[in-house]
């Protein structure tokens, strides 16, 4: 991506990107019912279900270097706001290890504390996320669970897999391709302005995925796969979100302006 990608720039994989796609799934509206609709009302049934608690991965694949950033925390898809603990593994030398990152995620905002590269500990980061060429999908080191969810409004093609069992729940596993510009589109207002960002950043519009919902459509788990060129380098990202605990506490407290960090902070 052009610019400083916040976190994954930690892991030196943050410059120009493009997004390529693996070849697109055959539509299927497999049992049981329309596997596109189901996948496309992803989002909405999660703003019916309210909050949830969340779990993320990203894991990024360069040069035979494999690197794998973890996330905790409760989202509120009503309000489209989260908070997430986010882990990143050891420098590739093993020396060095990084305070976990507090990231407060907000419509058309991403909060970060612990962030590092000379920002004081007391201090947040306050990121544009329409401003990014990715749209925070996976600046951040996680992807923001409702655009996750709204991403999947721009299924085009959808397989029907087969009925599993995640975490003791009954899923329905859906494989396919989304269109970011299309979901971008048909996003909720919360979800465009960042969506409609990555849809202009990425070199190609179409991201496989793996999605998993639940007996009442609720999304349990998604698996986004992209492709960038970073300095002449194919670097894969593959990015897990985890949904479960529907109903949980996820109350979120953007900070005040004094406690964001105004000074420049290092590549």
């Not at 990015?239 to 900070?255: I, K, R």
């Amino acid at each position: 991506m052009g610019g400083v990608c916040a976190v994954v720039a930690v892991l030196g994989a943050g410059a120009s990107t493009g997004c390529s796609a693996g070849k697109d799934a055959v539509a299927d509206a497999g049992p049981p019912g329309d596997a596109v609709a189901a996948v496309r009302s992803a989002a909405d049934v999660l703003a019916l279900a309210g909050t949830s608690k969340a779990r993320t991965s990203m894991e990024m694949a360069a040069g035979g270097t494999r690197v794998t950033i973890r996330g905790e925390g409760a989202y509120d898809f009503r309000r489209s706001m989260g908070h997430l603990r986010v882990v990143l593994p050891k420098d590739p030398a093993g020396a060095d290890e990084h305070r976990p990152i507090t990231e407060l995620l907000a419509p058309g905002a991403l909060y970060m504390k612990n962030r590092g590269a000379g920002v004081p500990a007391d201090k947040w980061v306050r990121v544009d996320t329409t401003t990014l060429q990715d749209g925070n999908l996976v600046t951040g080191g996680a992807t923001d669970p409702a655009a996750a969810a709204e991403l999947l409004r721009g299924a085009r093609t959808v397989t029907y897999v087969g009925q599993e069992e995640l975490a003791g729940v009954k899923v329905t596993h859906y494989r396919g391709t989304a269109d970011i510009a299309h979901a971008a589109k048909a996003a909720s207002p919360r979800a465009r302005g960042a969506l409609a960002a990555a849809a202009k950043g990425f070199t190609k519009d179409t991201v496989p995925f793996d999605v998993y919902l639940d007996e009442e459509g609720r999304l349990r788990k998604v698996r986004h796969q992209f492709s960038f060129v970073n300095q002449g380098r194919s670097v894969a990202v593959a990015s897990t979100t985890l949904l479960y605990a529907f109903g949980a506490p996820a109350d979120v407290t953007l900070p005040r302006r004094g406690d964001i960090y105004a000074g420049k902070i290092r590549a």
